[in-house]
């Protein structure tokens, strides 16, 4: 490690002081100035080690940038500056090891970067939107930064159109069309990321683009696509060893098994057309409300907590899916695992969960969860009106590729 400039002084006035008392050889003086070259050299930055970020920025003047470090715990500031008279900027700075890092301005994130040592990597903003060029792959990977930036941009418009046409007589016809022209969008996405996997399989933003999203829906499913989770960890295993984030992920990956191998076990023991267990859990209204007596088409059984972060991520995209089924005879029995039935009437109310709601505050050690192999959160059930099961899924991506194929309808 190199030495800091008060421990390197305070060496080598050590050194000086004990070679002047016991020492006047010429070879003792040969060996202290080598010794002082090598300390000097070592607290002088590594050119071929250090990155060079530059660009500009739509020729705004004085406006602070910083760079800050995505760590596995938060974030780090690296540096921060003002652009010049012309809107250019410089940053340089010794990365350890390749990692991620943001180009903020004020609250603002402009762009997000993969930075290699010896990096050297250049920025044009223009009109808030970035675009990067050079480095190993800082490059590249915003090629794919720029497809999920229009895809964003499709998601926006199309929601804009949904709301404008809420109260029209067509509004199911729009919300089709908008429903296709969206579940396009998310195909032609997961397809250039797919073929970015597959063609960059020794890069580091393999990790970028297996975690990316398009506002709250990720393009790869943990569950679903669980085998492409599998083959990123596999190839930063082998190519970033002892990297950071590589190793993070290594750690998720290896709950993810885990989980999806005992969700394997209970999708073998509740088997598609075996029959389902009732449940009787109290309501909103703090009366017993029974499963099998909700009468409908097919129902949803979905177990979910007020606390579990995925749940609540859930929630949103469910209830799109419910007011598009619920015309042909979808209705959801929503169990919540809550020790706090207080905590679980506020998340109702807060993500207007407008389906029959029950809690069992036994949580995850209740007879229920027991009964209906609960080993992660949410879990869907979908059954029909025999009470016999259609189907299991841990995902909101699985479930809605069932009801999409027209088996449900």
Known sequence: MPMSGTSARSLLISIRSFSMNRYQSGFFHW??????????????????????????????????????????????????????????????????????????????????????????????????????????????????????????????????????????????????????????????????AMSYLESHPDFLSQLQVINSKVQRTFIFDQVADSSWLYR????????????????????????????????????????????????ALPDLSGKSKNLHGLKSRYRLVYFWAPDDALSRKTNPGLKQLYETFKPSGLEIFAVSLDRYPDRWRAAVNLDKLWWANVNDTLAGNSRVAREWLVQKLPLMILIDNQNQILGRYTSLNQLEAELNSGSRR
């Open 232 to 279: 990123v960890s596999d190839n930063l295993r082998l190519t970033f060893p002892g990297n950071i984030h590589a190793q993070a992920f290594a750690n998720r990956v290896k709950g993810i098994r885990e989980t999806n191998r005992a969700e394997m076990r209970a999708m073998g023991m509740m088997k598609k057309g075996s029959k389902a267990p009732d449940i």
């Open 31 to 192: 060996f202290l100035a080598f010794l002082i070259l090598s300390v000097t050299a070592c607290q002088r930055p590594d050119p071929l080690k250090q990155a060079v970020i530059s660009g500009d920025l739509d020729e705004t003047a004085g406006l602070t940038l910083r760079i800050t470090r995505i760590d596995t715990a938060g974030f780090t500031l690296v540096d921060s500056l003002r652009t010049d008279n012309k809107g250019t900027f410089i940053f340089t700075f010794e990365p350890d090891q390749p990692g991620f890092y943001l180009l903020q301005s004020g609250t603002k994130t402009l762009s997000s970067l993969v930075i290699f040592p010896g990096d050297s990597v250049f920025i044009s903003v223009k009109e808030g939107v970035a675009s990067l060029r050079g480095g190993k792959e800082a490059g590249l990977y915003d090629q794919f930064r720029q497809e999920l930036l229009r895809a964003e941009a499709v998601a926006d418009s199309l929601g804009m159109m949904l709301s404008l046409a809420r109260d029209l007589e067509n509004y199911r016809e729009v919300r089709q069309n908008t429903d296709s022209t969206w579940a396009k969008t998310l195909h032609d996405v997961r397809e250039t």
